[in-house]
């Protein structure tokens, strides 16, 4: 014979449920709302964009392409999904808006990569002494067609760049080209185990990128806002 549940327990864990989806996803549906501003009339938030090779706060990564900060790291977009970088939205068609690097290293390539690369970075500048990784993905269109500049094809392996070398464009691809995604860079900074970059997919295997960028770049400690800065000298 079933037992149903008392009416006052299924409000109570109906809006415990509640309160939890709002507290997940109110900093993503915030940043969201402004992201579709800005993708609807690009021209109208001009105070929102940072240009590409800017330093903010004398951080030590410069910005690595022009455009807004949309999505910040640990933003949600799904139950359980955390996001583990930085997603930044250009205001341009797919394959205009310049990638660079945005700290010194040497950048690999696998065979398969249309859209990365990975820049390891022998010495972190926050951590001296500890390895880390610097990976930038979306450089491609959404078939595939790779906007990565010419001098890193697939397979390099160790190539040295500095800080504003030119990497390629943002592009829109997803894997998949029923569902391209929209216009912009997603960067993440990925530790090191072994001397082997993690998988940047699990934000356990990430950094807070926030300190290297000079910006509020962490969905806890920024919940709503657009970060921003002005060049520094």
Not at 7 to 23: A, D, E, N, S
Not at 43 to 59: F, K
Request: hydrophobic residues 40%; charged residues 15%.
């Amino acid at each position: 014979m079933s037992r149903k549940l008392p009416l006052f327990l299924v409000v109570g864990l109906m809006l415990g449920l509640t309160v939890w989806l709002y507290r997940t996803f109110r900093p993503t549906l915030a940043r969201g709302q402004r992201v579709w501003q800005f993708f609807s009339d690009p021209a109208s938030h001009p105070e929102l964009v940072i240009a590409a090779g800017t330093r903010c706060n004398a951080a030590p990564f410069i910005f690595p392409t022009t455009g807004l900060a949309g999505f910040i790291w640990d933003d949600s977009f799904r139950p359980s999904h955390r996001h583990q970088g930085i997603d930044i939205f250009a205001r341009s068609g797919s394959g205009e808006t310049p990638v660079l690097a945005a700290f010194p290293g040497f950048l690999t390539r696998l065979p398969a990569w249309k859209a990365s690369v990975i820049v390891r970075v022998p010495d972190d500048p926050l951590a001296p002494g500890r390895q880390m990784w610097v990976y930038y993905t979306h450089m491609a269109d959404a078939d595939g067609n790779s906007f990565i500049a010419a001098d890193f094809p697939p397979g390099t392996s160790e190539k040295p760049v500095a800080a504003g070398d030119f990497l390629g464009y943002q592009g829109n691809y997803s894997g998949d080209p029923r569902n391209p995604v929209g216009v912009h860079l997603h960067i993440s900074i990925v530790k090191d185990n072994a001397g082997r970059f993690t998988n940047e997919l699990d934000i356990r295997n990430t950094y807070d990128p926030s300190p290297y960028f000079g910006l509020a770049l962490n969905a806890h400690e920024n919940p709503e806002t657009i970060p921003t800065c002005e060049a520094q000298p």
